[in-house]
């Protein structure tokens, strides 16, 4: 009867230590869950509070240097992101959220929105997965594109500064589009001019024909904005252009705030090359370097290359040696 008795707890006991395990890791489980939860809340809420200081000192920045009533556009967006960081915290918990995926995704997009202001929308998908390339502080052979409009200074002192803008802002509008059709990156506004490169973050295979092609197309479309400007009885923009193809240094550079680069002799070069086309009275100067960069990519007998006339080797400041250039007529000349 003993041993029976003895058998018998032996048997519960076996029969309670699978339970009292999963009680157990049930017990791990929760504390870990609890554990993560309580950290990616405080974690949250660090981050919350950070870009809610951020954003109010934006806000208050905002009138002072521009106190005009626009700003309030941008304070109401400021109040957007603060809304969606408050949003991340009442919903964020360990695990999968869709409320929370939502407002992460909000975010994401808005980080592509500034990437798109920049890149083409090739780059954009690029550096949405990775955003190395920016980072890194390197050396590549690139293709550099100024435009500028001639003469905008006397262009501008006969006309209202509301005129001014608004034929600036038209002409932005369709330089850029070029740049991003023709797979550019659009580096910087330079008052009535840009600069856009090509191969930049990543080199391509076709850097140097696309920035020809993309000055090109922006040729095509000047004109054809000037045919409209004409109709509506207003003066032509002269549009100019310099290409050139080269070595240039590129990454992040500044200490609190932070702009991808691409600096070098290439582009002051590219800079000389485009402001000879006021003495060549031409719309578009490209060094060799690039015209023989860009044959090599689309083969020599490519329809690029027709309006294209050779010229002698000009001395460019900054360069050692005279470069031989190629220029193309405005139109109608």
């Known amino acids: 009867m003993h ?15 699978p339970r009292i395990r999963r009680d157990t890791e049930t017990d791990t489980v929760q504390f870990a869950q609890a554990a993560l939860a309580a950290a990616k809340q405080e974690g949250l809420q660090l981050a919350v509070r950070a870009r809610y200081v951020a954003l109010a000192v934006i806000a ?7 106190p005009t009533w626009e700003q309030l556009y941008y304070v109401v967006v400021l109040g957007l992101f603060a ?32 990437l798109a202001r920049y890149f083409s929308p090739n780059v954009v998908e690029e550096l949405s997965r990775n955003d190395e390339p920016l980072k890194q502080v390197r050396t590549q052979n690139v293709a550099v594109l100024f435009v500028d409009i001639a003469g905008f200074t006397a262009f501008a002192d006969a006309r209202t500064p509301e005129e001014v803008v608004r034929t600036l802002r038209e002409f932005h ?3 850029e589009r070029e740049v991003f059709r023709h797979n550019g990156t659009l580096d910087k506004y330079l008052g009535d001019g840009l ?24 040729m095509a479309t000047a004109n054809s904005w000037n045919g409209q400007r004409k109709t509506a009885g ?10 050139h193809y080269g070595p240039v240094v590129l990454g992040d550079i500044g200490l609190t705030r932070l702009e991808f680069a691409v600096i070098g002799s290439t ?16 719309a578009l100067v490209a060094s060799d370097a690039l015209v023989e960069r860009a044959k090599t990519e689309l083969g020599s007998a490519d329809a690029a290359f027709r309006p294209l ?16 250039i190629w220029i193309q007529a405005r139109a109608g000349k």
């Open 234 to 243: 207003e003066a032509p923009i002269r549009v100019s252009f310099g290409l």
């Open 309 to 324: 006339a050779a010229q002698s080797p000009q001395t460019i400041r900054g360069l050692e040696q005279p470069i031989a």
């Open 83 to 114: 809304l969606i960081g408050w949003g991340q915290v009442r919903v964020g918990r360990v695990g999968v959220s869709r409320p929370e995926l939502a407002l992460l995704f909000c975010d994401l997009e808005r980080e592509r929105g500034n």
């Open 195 to 218: 600069m856009a490169t090509f191969g930049t973050p990543f080199v391509g295979k076709a850097d140097a024909s696309n920035a020809l092609r993309c000055a090109q197309a922006m």
């Open 3 to 17: 041993e029976s008795i003895v058998e018998r707890l032996d048997l519960s006991t076996a029969l309670l230590r």
């Open 173 to 175: 509008a369709l330089m």
């Open 60 to 66: 208050c920045l905002l009138p002072v240097i521009n």
């Open 267 to 282: 582009v002051n070069a590219a800079s000389r090359i485009e402001a000879l086309t006021r003495a060549l009275d031409c």
